[in-house]
């Protein structure tokens, strides 16, 4: 689950927000209300071909059961949200105190949705649709019904379903009507993962604190998330929390990472309220007065040297951090100029960079220790380019890349064959027939794994066996490109061929 949003700055716990007042049209009970804190989380379920979906969050309310009475629970705030970007991830959209009583309804307003989608038959290969939404707000029953408890953490999850939201035509292209389809479910506190587990967070460092903050935490940092728009998030840190940090070998001291730089966190919301980071990836440092900043998106093309080492390639602008969106705006196709290769750490930054450092994040999501490098960029990759950039009047803009970093995303398809299935049904391989026309149908060699340090999780099926041919599969991990043959736990691996190793697989249903 994944990452990115509010337009409010948010210091997560408990007392604070139950403290805090929730506002609303709610009709008076005839008792005293208590409150307790509630998170909004939000996700989506994917459709291929569509690069972005984007839209503003203007308002959202909950209706008590048995009731007309409503509670407002996001008002004043534009919360800017990119579903295509939360392709099978999930992030936190709010967090109120509420009253502590049982809603079984959630409103939710969106206003100004565009959507791009990938069209080969253009150059750049972009389509922005003209989009035709509905103009009544989703009203999504909440199943089964949420029940907040005084001076307690609640979380409700909201799912997105693009794949049904958006209307295609007869020849399978995207028509442009969009009516939002929804589902609103309590999240159950489980030991271990919390009210659920984020697998990366987004945004860039506010302040640090090195110092202990109660609770057992050995320090936090306050996180700006949503491209600068969205929540200032604190992210507390524990003994078992791996920090990582691309300009220091071993492990870092959090008093060294600047504020201004960006983070990649993984991490869950404890039982009261804590954000609690597992991982943190602390990269580059953006300068915006320099042009240096992060540029997420896609890979959609690739220029290779003799010896297979990516010189340049196309990138598909989906976020940035921070937004500068009036000087490179996002949805338009980048250039990323690529230097030689760095030794680890790499040098601080210079312009231009005397070499480019390759690195990926979502680190123990790299169970079988596959090397990211230039030769490992292809199309349909998510990446992070960290570097500054450069805008011509009649060329694209250009980056020149300090940092690369392979980025954790999910991938869209559906089972081709097994390859190998463990006595655990979990341990193994299989190819996925992907449905991007930006991966071209090239199959994909997918591995999972059941090691007691890291597990792939499988969602609407028991194991490997078990996935079928007929039912869509959401691929979450990390797609490296290998650009020989070798064999990889025991599996031969075709020169050229995509390899995913699987944090989570999940069967529709």
């Known amino acids: 689950m994944r990452k990115r949003m509010l337009a409010v700055g948010l210091r997560v716990g408990l007392a604070a927000v139950i403290m805090a007042s929730c506002g609303g049209n709610d009709t008076a009970p005839p008792r005293v209300l208590g409150k307790g804190a509630l998170f909004v989380f939000i996700g989506d379920t994917p459709a291929s071909d ?129 009516t939002p389809i929804m589902k609103a479910s309590p999240v ?62 071993g492990v870092p001291e959090l008093n060294k990472v600047e504020t201004g730089r960006m983070v990649e966190v993984d991490a869950m919301i404890d039982e009261k309220g804590n954000v609690v980071a597992k991982t943190v990836e602390a990269e580059d440092r953006a300068v915006v007065e320099d042009r240096k900043l992060a540029f997420l998106g896609y890979v959609i093309a690739v220029t290779k040297d003799e010896n297979g080492n990516v010189t340049q390639f196309s990138l598909y602008v989906r976020e ?49 220790s596959l090397p990211f490098d230039a030769t490992a960029v292809a199309p349909g990759q998510e990446l992070i380019v960290h570097g500054k950039y450069t805008r011509t009047t009649d060329q694209p803009t250009t980056v020149d890349a300090n940092t690369i970093f392979l980025k954790l995303q999910t991938v869209q398809g559906n089972l081709g ?32 794994t059941n090691r007691a340090e890291f597990q792939t999780a499988f969602v609407n099926v028991f194991g490997l066996a078990e996935l079928t041919p007929q039912a869509i599969l959401l691929v979450r991990g990390l797609p490296f490109y290998q650009i020989q043959a070798g064999t990889i736990n025991g599996v031969a691996v075709p020169a050229g061929t995509l390899v995913i190793t699987a944090r989570q697989i999940h069967q529709l249903q």
């Not at 210079?350 to 999501?365: E, H, I, N, V, Y």
């Open 50 to 178: 569509v690069l972005s979906l984007r839209t503003t969050v203007t308002g959202m309310t909950l209706k008590q059961e048995g009731t007309t009475n409503k509670v407002t629970v996001l008002s004043s705030s534009s919360v800017k949200m990119n579903f295509a970007s939360l392709r099978d991830f999930a992030t936190v959209l709010t967090l109120a105190g509420v009253p502590d009583v049982t809603y079984d309804e959630v409103t939710i307003t969106l206003s100004g949705a565009q959507i791009v989608v990938y069209d080969p038959a253009n150059d750049p290969p972009i389509r922005v649709v003209t989009v035709e939404m509905s103009t009544s707000a989703p009203v999504i029953p909440i199943r089964p019904a949420l029940t907040i408890v005084k001076d307690k953490v609640a979380a409700l999850r909201l799912d997105f379903d693009i794949l049904r939201s958006i209307e295609v035509d007869a020849d399978g292209q995207v028509s442009g009507k969009l």
């Open 188 to 249: 159950v506190f489980t030991e271990g993962q919390g009210f659920g587990e984020f697998d990366d967070l987004v945004g860039f460092v506010r302040t640090v604190m090195p110092y202990p903050t109660g609770q057992n935490f050995t320090g936090a940092i306050s996180m700006q998330i949503l491209s600068g728009s969205g929540p200032v998030l604190t992210v507390n840190l524990t003994s078992a929390t791996q920090l990582f940090d691309v300009y220091q070998e």
């Open 320 to 368: 940035e951090e921070p937004d500068v969106s009036w000087q490179v705006p996002l949805d338009s196709v980048v250039v990323v100029n690529v230097a030689p290769p760095c030794t680890i750490p790499p040098p601080a930054p210079t312009t231009p960079p005397s070499c480019t450092t390759f690195l990926f994040s979502s680190r123990p999501t790299n169970f079988a």
């Open 417 to 448: 064959s097994l390859v190998q299935v463990g006595s655990d049904d979990k341990t193994g391989a299989f190819w996925l027939t992907p449905s991007s026309s930006l991966l071209q149908g090239a199959p994909i060699l997918v591995f999972t």
